[in-house]
């Protein structure tokens, strides 16, 4: 399985269990917060005598673990995607050293801050909670909008730091700027040599077959007939392939009319049925629907040649910055992302646009074959 790597996004939390992580985070962030401040101050005052460094060494073992622990219970509880924070490697290390490189970690500091600010919001959502399970709509419509905020301050505050995000994002786009050159210089050399063994051995026979008629126009006019009309057959099977590996390249009907009507076209070239669902307004990108187009196109040729499916279903939709393209058939399944393999090769066309490919295939089916394409760059 391959899985994409979406932005971090906070959706609407479920109203129950806002209101459960609010009644149970004001008792929580209570006890942190005192632990928290008197054991800073305690071993700040008592550091010179020495006790207070391990005070302060408890403390901040505390603060982190409680950061853990919160960006767990806001994952689950608020739905917020909080991915584990991203903590300096303390392997091999003696306790002082260990300590210090913890008060040297932003993350540390960045759990510290939103702690001291979770316990005054904490006073503010408590009684929020508590009107909630007497007032419907407030559970029903309030409740949930505190808790998307509070899920996105959580986000800001516990997610990984903006130069991590940018540094990700870099390695993402050299990772698929790669393989869109490879994706595009294996694109030429298809089409170079459906040309070489197509479209221009066909000219060569044209030719040939004129240069035959030419020498013999005076002497054998039937000849001449018969090789003016064999020329003229390859010269409309040199077009007829020309026009073929045009429409390899960018089909004359996506352009003019579309997603819906080239995949129906397709469709209907099938072998197996294929039932196509596309509504995508506004009408997106040129690059990301001939992208879009032909992930669906060699998808549906490897589920007729490989699956086993009598039937297949296409939805393509679009959101505010993706468009999605999704195709299910009801194969044998067991398909996987090999290197070299025809999955790989959709991946490697998606990433041109810096798309994803998500591959589900269990054993025994269905397969779906899902495509995230980016609207902008």
């Known amino acids: 399985m391959n899985s994409p790597q979406p932005p971090l996004e906070q959706p609407r939390p479920n109203p129950a269990r806002t209101i ?9 962030r209570l006890a942190q917060f005192i632990l928290i401040v008197v054991g800073a101050v305690v071993g700040g005052a008592t550091v010179v005598v020495w006790i207070g460094f391990p005070i302060l060494i408890a403390v901040t073992g505390f603060v982190r673990w409680s950061g853990d622990l919160e960006r767990r219970w806001v994952r689950r509880m608020l739905g917020t995607p909080l991915p584990p924070a991203q903590r300096l490697p303390l392997e091999g290390q003696s306790l002082s050293r260990r300590w210090l490189s913890r008060l040297t970690d932003p993350t540390t500091w960045r759990d510290l801050g939103y702690l001291m600010v979770a316990f005054p919001l904490a006073m503010l959502e408590f009684p929020i909670a508590l009107a909630s399970v007497v007032l419907l709509p407030m559970a029903i419509w309030v409740t ?12 800001t505050m516990l997610g990984p730091n903006r130069a991590k995000k940018l540094e990700e994002k ?8 790669a393989r869109g050159v490879d994706a595009a210089e294996a694109e030429r050399r298809r089409i170079e040599r459906d040309l070489h063994d197509g479209a221009q051995q066909r000219l060569v026979a044209v ?7 030419k020498s013999k126009f005076d002497q054998d006019p039937a000849t001449v007939r018969s090789l003016i009309d064999e020329a003229h ?3 409309k099977l040199a077009v007829s392939e ?5 429409r390899g390249i960018y089909p004359a ?12 076209a397709q469709a209907a070239r099938s072998p197996i049925p294929v039932d196509v669902h596309v509504d995508i307004e506004p009408r997106p990108p040129a690059a990301v629907e001939t992208t879009a187009y032909f992930i669906v196109c060699e998808t549906l040729a490897n589920i007729a040649k490989h699956s086993g499916a009598s039937e297949a279903t296409v939805k393509l939709w679009r959101s505010d910055t993706h468009v999605i393209a999704e195709i299910t058939d009801n194969g044998h399944g067991g398909a996987e992302v090999r290197p070299g393999g025809g999955l790989a090769g959709l991946a490697d066309r998606a990433a041109t646009i810096d798309g ?22």
């Open 20 to 28: 459960v992580y609010m009644v149970t985070g004001f008792v929580l």
């Open 144 to 155: 949930p909008w505190v808790g998307w905020l509070h899920g996105n301050l959580a986000l």
């Open 170 to 177: 870099a390695e993402h786009l050299q990772a698929s700027r």
């Open 207 to 213: 030719a040939m077959s004129l240069g035959r008629a």
């Open 233 to 235: 057959a390859d010269a």
């Open 242 to 246: 020309l026009r073929d590996l045009a």
């Open 253 to 264: 009907v996506l352009g003019d009319r579309g997603l819906d009507a080239a995949l129906s």
């Open 356 to 377: 994803v490919i998500t591959v589900v295939s269990p054993a025994g089916g269905p397969t779906v074959i899902r495509a995230d394409l980016p609207c902008q760059w």
